[in-house]
């Protein structure tokens, strides 16, 4: 015979057994014991949360004979209902019945008196996946509906409904399950059931069902059957291609460390491994807030992920900002990999994004710290002769008119065009190219016209960086003979285009824009050609050549 899986083993047969929901539960409940149950009933939100649960708790509980301690569990219709031989509780998975022909049966059907309990009961699964005619056949009957009929309506997909059968049905939305809820039930019934399981890998397993009780527990199902029923972080690891807390860390001190080779190193063996790079990206969150709370609290009760030795090892390695800043530009970059062809390589070249950045300041703090005793050691050495002026080479940074000017030279097509060269960045990775790729991938392009590219970064440094001449120089020369663009690119930050936007538009519709900026590309130095002459010089020297 097959095992019961555990979720259906431990389905909640009582209002009392439901995990979470709890005003779900006492609005059904208050509704049942003071005979105020309504006609039509819609419950949505997550899968797994307990809308089908609470649906056949409802139904059971309308027909028990003892209403005050509604569902029993002892009467006749408890009975039927908890072996799903009920004649008057009817389930209906519209996935599979979606024809309108199914729902004008259950119309037909529901105007017959209940055959054993008091009332008729029609659960109504995916009620979102109904045809349109089948919807307004169903509409028709929630509009005049027959005598001790209910309808229990249950989607994940509310906004597929039509608004009039929302309208008349009491709506419940059901929220994910709650963590520490999730751990709780599992460690209770891993001892029902005998399994070896510690607080750590319950909360393992109640973060990967992401809020779904009936996700968790079949985690807790796989995992019981691969370890023999001794479930460990680390099973859990292999399992679902997680990486370990330490295996986040050693990311994250080799990123601050700015380790480019070990970190190209790791992000392989990740791949290797099958890690899933999402949630590792999601771990990688959690450590880093667990750092800046234990930095600005000191206490150890409030950390999720790191143990107090953990916590105290990296907040002496960085700040609370820059931990922040690294935390914020992760979960910005979430999205790419639902966009992105290889996520290992989107991983990549994120976090090489980041420690290049981090590496900006730490450059100018040595530079900082070298230069002075430099310059001291030379002002004792020669206090009497002033030392010549040179200036210094400044990154270009651009004003609110420079933005427009450039604007004006802008359109459309030209972005589009570039757009698309810039997603095809990513497959150009090898060591020649991989700082411009890096560093190009983490910007977005803001306008583009026929001789220009204005870049949008999340942080000056990274403007800065880009702006910077010989990098400015070095880019150019890249885009024009690995991608085609000839083009000068000028780097700003999203505010500085907010208000340049905001000011081109006033300009634009007073019919007062000004002229666009005149661009000067960078010129190839010509290489000019020796004549004969110069070449014998060159070979002979000139004391042995005499021209004539």
């Known amino acids: 015979m097959a095992k019961t899986a555990l979720y259906q083993k431990y389905r909640s047969s009582t209002f009392d057994e439901v995990v979470g929901q709890e005003y779900i539960v006492r609005s059904i409940q208050n509704a049942i014991r003071q005979d105020k149950v309504g006609h039509a009933y819609l419950f949505c939100g997550p899968r797994g949360t307990g809308k089908t649960t609470m649906a056949r708790l409802l139904a059971k509980s309308v027909n028990c004979e003892h209403p005050e301690i509604a569902p029993c569990g002892k009467c006749e219709n408890c009975i039927a209902a908890m072996n799903g031989t009920h004649p008057d509780i009817i389930e209906i998975n519209a996935a599979n019945e979606t024809h309108v022909e199914d729902i004008r049966d259950l119309i037909e059907r529901s105007r017959l008196a209940p055959m054993q309990g008091l009332h008729k009961v029609y659960i109504i699964d995916e ?205 910005d970059t979430k999205d790419r990999y639902r966009l992105s062809i290889s996520a290992a390589n989107c991983f990549e070249v994120i976090i090489l994004s980041i420690t290049i950045d981090l590496e900006e300041p730490k450059t100018t703090q040595i530079v900082q710290q070298v230069s002075e005793p430099v310059k001291q050691i030379k ?15 400044e990154n270009k940074t651009y004003s609110v008119n420079d933005i427009v000017r450039i604007l004006v030279l802008c359109d459309k097509v030209s972005k589009s065009h570039d757009e698309e060269v810039f997603r095809n960045l990513s497959s150009m990775m090898d060591l020649e190219n991989r700082k411009y790729t890096t560093l190009l991938n983490d910007t977005k392009i803001a306008a583009s016209g026929k001789d220009c590219i204005l870049l949008l970064c999340r942080a000056q440094a990274v403007a800065n960086r880009i702006n910077d001449p010989e990098m400015n120089k070095e880019l150019y020369y890249f885009l024009k003979e690995k991608c085609n663009l000839d083009k000068m690119i000028f780097a700003i930050t999203e505010q500085a285009f907010k208000e340049a936007s905001s000011e081109f538009r006033a300009l634009w519709q007073v019919n007062s824009l000004p002229d666009g900026m005149n661009i000067e590309k960078y010129q190839t130095e010509e290489v000019k050609e020796k004549t004969p002459e110069e070449k014998i010089i060159e070979l002979f020297g000139k004391d042995n050549v005499e021209i004539i």
Not at 379 to 393: C, L, N, T
Request: glycine share 4%.
């Open 127 to 331: 009620v979102h996946q109904l045809s349109s005619a089948a919807s307004s056949a169903l509409l028709k009957t929630l509009e005049e509906p027959p005598e001790n009929v209910i309808f229990i309506l249950a989607t994940t997909d509310p906004q597929k409904l039509l608004p009039t059968i929302i309208s008349r049905c009491q709506r419940y939305d059901f929220t994910k399950v709650r963590k520490d809820q999730i751990r709780d039930h599992l460690l209770s019934i891993a001892e029902k059931e005998n399994i070896k399981m510690d607080a750590k890998a319950a909360e393992m397993i109640a973060v990967l069902s992401d809020g779904g009780m009936r996700d968790a527990l079949s985690i807790m199902d796989q995992c019981a059957s691969y370890t023999n029923d001794d479930i460990s972080e680390e099973a859990i690891d292999r399992i679902y291609g997680l990486a370990t807390t330490e295996e986040k860390i050693s990311l994250i001190k080799n990123m601050l460390a700015c380790n480019l080779e070990e970190i190209l190193t790791q992000t392989k063996s990740y791949e290797e491994k099958g890690i899933d790079f999402q949630r590792f990206t999601d771990g990688c969150i959690d450590i880093l807030k667990d750092i800046v709370v234990y930095q600005k609290t000191g206490k150890e009760q409030i950390l999720k992920v790191l143990t107090k030795e953990q916590a105290l090892d990296l907040g002496n390695l960085a700040s609370s900002s820059v931990y922040m800043s690294i935390a914020e530009r992760l979960l």
């Open 379 to 393: 002002q004792e050495e020669k206090p009497v002769v002033e030392e010549p002026v040179i200036e210094k080479k």
